[in-house]
């Protein structure tokens, strides 16, 4: 007798490992504000389906108003849901009561925006504050202070206030604050949207080293694609109250399905043409005009050396335009603009070399 | 001035301190849990109970909207009640007491509501109970504001203890009254107004450095 067939027999080209179970689980959540005197109600969120996998970093992206602030507050109850179901760790949070969300923010950290540190407590006693909180005897939290102010690399301000602090050091006791409580979950709310570019960078780098760590499943809501592109291995894009894509990083990111998306990600992926050379693009070629193409370049094929291989076997000058190459959730992209002869069969030559390497090529116009 | 004047002008400074020193006491521990809840109560907010604030909201109004002296004359027999008769120092506590609570109420109201929300979320977030967001957060936070309202209320009182001499209340006012105005001695008017303004200079001072000393927002260099 045959052994039956797994149905994953039948499973054709990569495969994709399964996602780690999902720690937390939306489910058709909707959410709906009440309208003040007279005006209408409000549907912050519909719809939302959104797994996030146990030890992943997920990125929900918005622009404000999209209801992405609603989103991760319905994780820790600090909003309700007005339909469908919230899952976290399996057990259904939908109808928990007040008292019941209480035990659970325990276990679930949160960083804010504007850092929300209390001005009147040193940066000891305010990442002392949940433990307090959670009635932690004193030696404890002590000990479990001090570790914390040197994971995050402030041991040395411990008795100083927040008003004498930089912004990234107060998201540093921020963070410091949150994970007191040795949450397993920790949502950050534009944890980095209030600070410079060079010290996002570093406060990205530290919400890594926890979640490989410490193990801590980060929800990370922002609207800049930088933030998403740099840790998040999942991202969702919202717009309207509704998720409009979602998926891992990579694919999101390089193949934008959505026009929302697309948006988003021209910042970090597009290349433009030099001015000089845009207003002159035509369409149809004429006599003698060079073909400007757009080459896409994802995961490996990205540091495969295309230009210098199609100039020395196709024999075609390749004059490079513009371009960028960049990492996306720890993958190399690139894109690149480049003009080539029009005329055939360079280039068909040129197109076919580049298809065989699985390049994306696009004919974006012409110029003289 | 005689002796027997100054020893007046002693007396009634000591009347007047013992006053306003009993009727703030009594004033901030029944406005401080009042202010609280007035500034915590409203529909959606940590207490809420829409219904009480609007009717202790209301009660406090219409203590703060009667004249002080009116309200002195109005509650008399309630000062009796309490003080056993409504004549002299102890009397004028009552008065004073009523007229201070609902200041200090409205005062520590105030200063609550300057707290940042976002504090507030963030205790949520930690898992706070209400009592312990007030405790831990709310009452901490606004300690500058509130020590400064209490200064503003402290100065008002010695204000208005002058007045409770109208009815028989001791004190600088009182003082003032009889001896430098009915009695025609102007050198007491001066030693009251004198004595009053240093108490008031000192009080304010006072509360400036302790506010200065609460507030961590401005940096010490």
Known sequence: MNAPLKPDAFRVGIDIPPLPEPIIRFERVG?????????????????????????????????????????????????????????????DVTGLSEAGWRARRRTTGMIFQHFNLLSSRTVFDNVALPLEIAGTPRAEITTQVERLLDLVGLADKRERYPAELSGGQKQRVGIARALATEPKVLLCDEATSALDPETTQSILALLKQVNRELGVTILLITHEIPVIKEI????????????????????????????TTARFVEAVTGVDLPAHLAGRLRTEPRPGDAAVLRITFTGENATAPVISRLSSIIGVDVNILAGRIDAIAGKPFGSLLVSVPAREPELGAVLGALKSLELKVEVIGHVS | MSPDII?????????????????????????????????????????????????????????????????????????????????????????????STPFIARLIEGAIREVDQGLVEAARSMGATPVQIVRKVLVPEALPAIVLGLTLAIVSLLGFSAMVGAVGGGGLGDLGIRYGYQRFMPDVMAAVVAVLIVLVQTVQSIGDRLARHLNKRLRHA
């Open chain 1, 31 to 91: 959410k709906v504000f009440a309208g003040r005197r007279g005006q209408s109600e409000v549907e912050a969120l519909a719809g939302i389906d959104l797994d996030v996998p146990k030890g992943a970093i997920v990125g929900v992206i918005g622009r404000s108003g999209a209801g992405k602030s609603t989103l991760i507050r319905l994780v820790n109850g600090l909003e309700r849901a007005s339909s469908g179901r919230i899952l976290i760790e399996g057990e």
């Open chain 1, 232 to 259: 998040c291995d999942r991202v969702a894009v919202i717009e309207g109250g509704r998720i409009v894509e979602e998926g891992d990083t990579f694919s999101v990111l390089t193949q934008p399905k959505h026009p």
């Open chain 2, 7 to 99: 020893r007046l002008i002693l007396q009634a400074t000591a009347d007047t301190l013992t006053m306003v020193a009993v009727a703030a006491g009594i004033g901030t521990l029944l406005g401080l849990p009042l202010g609280v809840f007035l500034a915590t109560s409203k529909r959606g907010e940590l207490f809420a109970a829409p219904f009480a604030n609007a009717v202790l909201g209301a009660l406090v109004n219409a203590t703060r909207s009667t004249p002080f002296i009116i309200l002195v004359v109005a509650i008399i027999p309630f000062t009796r009640l309490l003080a056993g008769t409504s004549i002299g120092t102890a009397a004028a506590i009552v008065p004073l007491t009523v007229a």
